[in-house]
């Protein structure tokens, strides 16, 4: 990656306020996004019955998803980033840029991802969650490999699978490992998010 524009920041005064480690994926590598998941992942894709059973699909059912996203946050004492009245004013400010979609069992919502389309280039699933009854099963891993499958039928070379970070922790960089590595099986690497501040005078 070109890193003009952090040079730039920094020589212009802009100092650095807050850093992730995210996972991208380059969907350009390959046909087939299949390949770029581990051996084990696409024994699961090839094999699993389940896979068979769920439906994912594109939807606009934001409230049914939002109930499941803040049930599951609950569990960890957490929040959504968005509220469900933000997330409904990016899809209408962004139709095409936001995207929903629902895992189905037999009708019932078993799962979801939201997907923004950063630019012509760049994919990113900002939530990607399951219901409790399922949390042992493969649905997540099924649900990111299909937000691959739509990226790429889209014309993105990029995938971000988002940050993988533990805040509550002293360090704000501590890594969720477990996590980092459930991303690595996406064939994804770690990229560095920077945020940077600058301060004017007013006067």
């Not at 920041?9 to 380059?26: F, G, M, R």
């Not at 037999?106 to 399922?134: E, H, P």
């Not at 490999?145 to 971000?160: E, F, P, S, T, W």
């Amino acid at each position: 990656f070109d890193e003009s524009l952090n040079y730039l920041l920094l020589w212009n005064n802009y100092v650095i306020k807050e850093q992730y480690i995210s996972h991208v994926a380059d969907l350009g590598l390959v046909q087939n996004v299949k390949k770029l998941l581990t051996k084990r992942k696409q024994r699961y894709i090839n094999n699993s019955a389940d896979f068979k059973q769920f439906q994912f699909v594109k939807s606009e059912k934001f409230n049914e998803f939002y109930n499941l996203l803040a049930d599951l946050k609950k569990k960890y004492n957490a929040k959504p980033t968005h509220s469900l009245d933000e997330l409904k004013k990016i899809k209408k400010l962004f139709p095409k840029k936001c995207m929903l979609f629902l895992s189905f069992l037999n009708s019932n919502i078993i799962g979801g991802t939201l997907m923004f389309f950063m630019n012509k280039k760049i994919s990113l699933v900002f939530y990607n969650v399951v219901a409790n009854d399922y949390r042992n099963t493969q649905l997540s891993m099924y649900q990111l490999y299909n937000c691959m499958k739509v990226a790429k039928k889209g014309g993105y070379r990029l995938i971000d699978f988002g940050v993988s970070q533990t805040p509550e922790q002293s360090n704000p960089l501590s890594p969720k490992l477990s996590l980092i590595k459930f991303k690595e099986h996406f064939g994804a690497i770690g990229t560095m998010r920077t945020i940077y501040k600058k301060e004017f005078d007013n006067d």
